[in-house]
C-alpha cells in the first residue's frame, strides 16, 4: 500500500520541478522580451497570471520569485532581489535626444538663426531597500553633463506614512514643475518661471510624509541652500516648506493626463524657503565652493538681472525668500497646472531690496487616449518689479505622442519669447524644438 504512495510522491515532485522550471525559463524570456514589447504586450508577469487562474498555488508563486530574483519593468529598469526579500536593486535609465531651431529678433542688425543637437539628458539611476523595505535610497547621474553630474544621492527611513526622514542630495520641496520629473513633461522643458525661481538640487535633511490616504502630504527641511554639489563657506543654511492637498486622491507628479483618469483629480501646493546669499566680487551671488542655486545663478530672476545685482554691494550677505502657489487638475485626458511665485532679496549691509514675481499656466488634452496630446502654455517672469518695462514672456504649444507612455515618445514645441528690458527695444525670438526620449 505504501509503494504506490510513494510513486504518487515521486511524480508529484517530478511535476512540480519540472513546472518550476517552465515557470523560471518563462521568467527569463518574459524579462528578454520586455524591452521590445513593452507594458502593454506583459502588463503582468506569467507567474502573476498562473497564480490568478489558480494554476499555480500561493505557495508555488512565491518559491518561484524567490527563484527568480531578476525581474524587469520598462522606465523602471531591471530589479535584483535577495532570497530573503530584504534587499533589492533596481538599475535604470532615461536619455532624451534634442534639436532646436531659434531665430533671433536682433533689433540691431541681421536676425541670428542658431540650430543645434545635442544629448539633452542621459540619466542612470539605482535605487531599492536595503536590511527592510522602509530604508531606501536612490543615486542619480546625468552622463549628458560634463561637471555636476550627481543630481541625486540619498537615503530615506519610513517610520510610518506620516513620518519619513530624507537625508543626502535630492530637489527642494518647492515648485511642482521642479518637483516634477524631467522625464514626466508634456512639453519638452519646463517654463521660464519655474527655471527663474528653482532651488532645485540640493544637500539636506528633511522630514516628510502623508495623511488622510495621501490627500495631505507635507515636506520640511534644512539645506545647505548652495545648489547641485555646493558646500558653504559660511554657518548660513536655507530653509524649505511645502504642503499639497489633494481632495479627491493624491495626484502623482506627471503632467499629461496618460491613465485618462475616470474621476476628477484636483491638487493644492504652497511652498516657501529661504536662504542667505553673498556677492563674490561682481561675480553672480555665490555663498559655496563650488555652485550657486539656480534663482541666483545666471539664469535665475536674482542673477540674471543686472538691475538686481547692481543693487548690493560686492561683498554683502543678501537675505533670500520665495513663495509659491500651484494648482493642477486631471480628468479624462485633460490636465491643467499652474503656479505663481514671489520673491523678494534684502542686503544686510544698506537694507535694499529686489523684488520678482513669475507664474505659468498651462493645458493639454488627448485627441488619441494615451497617444497624442496637444498642449499651451503662457509663462511670465518679472525679475526686477521695481524696474519698468523688465519682461520676459514665454506662449508655447506643443504636440506630443507617446509610443509607450513617457517610456517611449516624441515631442514637439514652438515657442515666442518676448523680453523687454528697460532702455532697450522688445525683442520676439522664435525657438522650435523636438525631443524624443527613450526610458529603459
Given at each position: 500500500m505504501g509503494f504506490p504512495g510513494g510513486i504518487e510522491y515521486v511524480r508529484n515532485r517530478k511535476r512540480s520541478d519540472r513546472r518550476k522550471f517552465i515557470l523560471s525559463a518563462s521568467g527569463i524570456l518574459v524579462c528578454l522580451l520586455f524591452p521590445l514589447f513593452g507594458r502593454e504586450g506583459f502588463a503582468k508577469t506569467l507567474e502573476e497570471v498562473l497564480k490568478e487562474?489558480?494554476?499555480?498555488?500561493?505557495?508555488?508563486?512565491?518559491?518561484?520569485?524567490?527563484?527568480?530574483?531578476?525581474?524587469?519593468?520598462?522606465?523602471?529598469?531591471?530589479?535584483f532581489t535577495s532570497p530573503d526579500g530584504k534587499f533589492r536593486l533596481s538599475l535604470g535609465g532615461r536619455g532624451q535626444f534634442f534639436y532646436m531651431y531659434l531665430d533671433r529678433d536682433d533689433v540691431n542688425g541681421p536676425a541670428k538663426e542658431v540650430s543645434r543637437q545635442r544629448v539633452r539628458r542621459f540619466k542612470a539611476y539605482m535605487s531599492g531597500y536595503a536590511y527592510t523595505k522602509n530604508l531606501t535610497y536612490r543615486v542619480q547621474v546625468d552622463l549628458a553633463k560634463s561637471t555636476q553630474i550627481l543630481d541625486a544621492a540619498w537615503i530615506d527611513y519610513r517610520f510610518m506614512n506620516e513620518a519619513q526622514v530624507r537625508a543626502g542630495q535630492y530637489?527642494?520641496?518647492?515648485?511642482?514643475?521642479?518637483?516634477?520629473?524631467?522625464?514626466?513633461?508634456?512639453?519638452?522643458?519646463?517654463?521660464?518661471?519655474?527655471?527663474?525661481?528653482?532651488?532645485?538640487?540640493?544637500?539636506?535633511?528633511?522630514?516628510?510624509?502623508?495623511?488622510?490616504?495621501?490627500?495631505?502630504?507635507?515636506?520640511?527641511?534644512?539645506?545647505?541652500?548652495?545648489?547641485?554639489?555646493?558646500?558653504?563657506?559660511?554657518?548660513?543654511?536655507?530653509?524649505?516648506?511645502?504642503?499639497?492637498?489633494?481632495?479627491?486622491?493624491?495626484?502623482?507628479?506627471?503632467?499629461?493626463?496618460?491613465?485618462?483618469?475616470?474621476?476628477?483629480?484636483?491638487?493644492?501646493?504652497?511652498?516657501?524657503?529661504?536662504?542667505?546669499?553673498?556677492?563674490?566680487?561682481?561675480?553672480?551671488?555665490?555663498?559655496?565652493t563650488t555652485s550657486t542655486p539656480p534663482y541666483?545663478?545666471?539664469?535665475?530672476?536674482?542673477?540674471?538681472?543686472?538691475?538686481?545685482?547692481?543693487?548690493?554691494?560686492?561683498?554683502e550677505r543678501v537675505d533670500v525668500g520665495t513663495y509659491g502657489f500651484d494648482a493642477a487638475f486631471k480628468w479624462r485626458g485633460f490636465s491643467a497646472a499652474g503656479e505663481y511665485f514671489g520673491a523678494k532679496a534684502e542686503g544686510q549691509g544698506r537694507g535694499r531690496t529686489a523684488h520678482a514675481r513669475g507664474y505659468y499656466g498651462q493645458a493639454g488634452y488627448f485627441l488619441l487616449p494615451k497617444k497624442l496630446e496637444v498642449a499651451a502654455r503662457y509663462s511670465s517672469v518679472d525679475p526686477n518689479r521695481d524696474q519698468p518695462q523688465d519682461l520676459q514672456v514665454e506662449v508655447t504649444g506643443a504636440v506630443s505622442y507617446y509610443f509607450q507612455g513617457h517610456n517611449l515618445k516624441i515631442q514637439g514645441d514652438y515657442t515666442n519669447i518676448h523680453t523687454q528690458v528697460a532702455g532697450k527695444q522688445a525683442t520676439d525670438d522664435k525657438q522650435m524644438r523636438v525631443q524624443a526620449q527613450l526610458a529603459f
Open positions: 487562474k489558480g494554476v499555480i498555488t500561493e505557495q508555488d508563486f512565491k518559491e518561484v520569485k524567490a527563484a527568480n530574483p531578476v525581474a524587469y519593468q520598462p522606465g523602471k529598469g531591471f530589479t530637489k527642494m520641496p518647492f515648485s511642482r514643475g521642479e518637483l516634477t520629473s524631467d522625464g514626466a513633461l508634456q512639453f519638452v522643458d519646463r517654463s521660464n518661471a519655474v527655471d527663474a525661481f528653482k532651488p532645485s538640487y540640493d544637500i539636506g535633511v528633511m522630514l516628510h510624509g502623508k495623511t488622510l490616504g495621501g490627500k495631505l502630504v507635507y515636506n520640511a527641511g534644512l539645506f545647505n541652500g548652495t545648489g547641485q554639489g555646493g558646500t558653504r563657506t559660511t554657518n548660513s543654511g536655507a530653509w524649505a516648506a511645502r504642503a499639497v492637498f489633494s481632495p479627491f486622491g493624491e495626484m502623482p507628479y506627471n503632467e499629461p493626463d496618460l491613465a485618462n483618469t475616470p474621476s476628477p483629480l484636483l491638487s493644492l501646493g504652497a511652498n516657501y524657503f529661504a536662504n542667505t546669499l553673498k556677492r563674490s566680487g561682481n561675480a553672480p551671488f555665490l555663498d559655496t541666483a545663478g545666471t539664469s535665475g530672476w536674482l542673477g540674471k538681472d543686472a538691475a538686481n545685482t547692481a543693487i548690493f554691494d560686492n561683498t
